[in-house]
């Protein structure tokens, strides 16, 4: 159930929040889906509209950006799922090389608040989100998680130490993975990560600098400079998912 919004107290901080939805969704549409990533529906509501609709609720969240492609057919399906004219589309012109690092920074560079982004194929909860938001102070980097990786084949994961804070950012391929577990804990990285402002303002400089040597992951400046940033992690409800295939989201809806 989404709460209705409030204002936000006096002292508060307040958060702008950034979905990344420029993506053409190729692994789902070849695995099967009939309909972009970005509007299949999870408990009959698309799952972008579901995003929106808690990042609307939340009265920390300021202002919400979607960056779209620059695919108008893509743009007119995802704007008539989100049906709401209090949001600052922007666009990613280099969506075909699938760059959210792009995406990124197309909608941070005019963002001087605290920041949540998510990328669109993120299914979690209401209170995952404000868990989040309320956890994150202006010098620090805020990850989400799945918990253990032990379930998990491939992809991102928290590099965690031995009192369980977060240490670094991994990309992993199958084998990369196989070998990372034999010597390291880790957790299961979700798509939702927010910055403090401070921590923002340093991510963006870092990021640019990064857009010239090819890099296409918005958290790439986190893989590459751990130490440069406070980092912090949240675990995700059990419910919360994300999916590339068709397969992977019908395990869950």
Do not use: W
Not at 105 to 134: F, P, R, Y
């Amino acid at each position: 159930m989404i709460n209705q919004k409030k204002g936000i107290n006096k002292g508060e901080k307040s958060f702008d929040a950034l979905i990344l939805a420029a993506g053409k969704g190729k692994r789902f549409r070849d695995s099967g889906g009939s309909v972009l990533k970005q509007v299949a529906e999870y408990e009959s509501v698309p799952v972008i509209k579901r995003l929106y609709d808690q990042l609307s609720a939340n009265k920390k969240i300021k202002e919400i950006i979607v960056v779209l492609s620059n695919d108008s057919s893509d743009q007119e399906v995802i704007k008539a799922a989100i049906g709401s004219n209090k949001v600052n589309y922007l666009i990613n012109h280099d969506c075909e090389n699938d760059n959210n690092l792009i995406s990124f920074l197309v909608a941070a560079q005019n963002v001087e608040n605290n920041l949540i982004v998510l990328e669109c194929d993120c299914v979690s909860e209401e209170t995952d989100i404000d868990k989040m938001l309320s956890s994150t102070l202006q010098n620090d980097i805020t990850f989400s998680n799945l918990g253990s990786i032990d379930n998990y084949k491939y992809g991102g994961v928290i590099e965690l130490s031995d009192s369980k804070k977060p240490k670094k950012i991994h990309v992993f391929s199958e084998e990369e993975m196989i070998l990372f577990k034999k010597d390291f804990q880790g957790a299961k990285l979700f798509g939702a990560t927010c910055f403090g402002k401070e921590a923002l303002t340093k991510y963006k400089k870092m990021s640019q600098e990064l857009t010239d040597k090819k890099n296409k992951y918005f958290l790439e400046v986190a893989i590459a400079y751990p130490n440069s940033f406070v980092f912090k992690t949240v675990k995700m409800s059990r419910n919360s998912f994300h999916f590339n295939t068709l397969n992977e989201f019908n395990k869950k809806s």
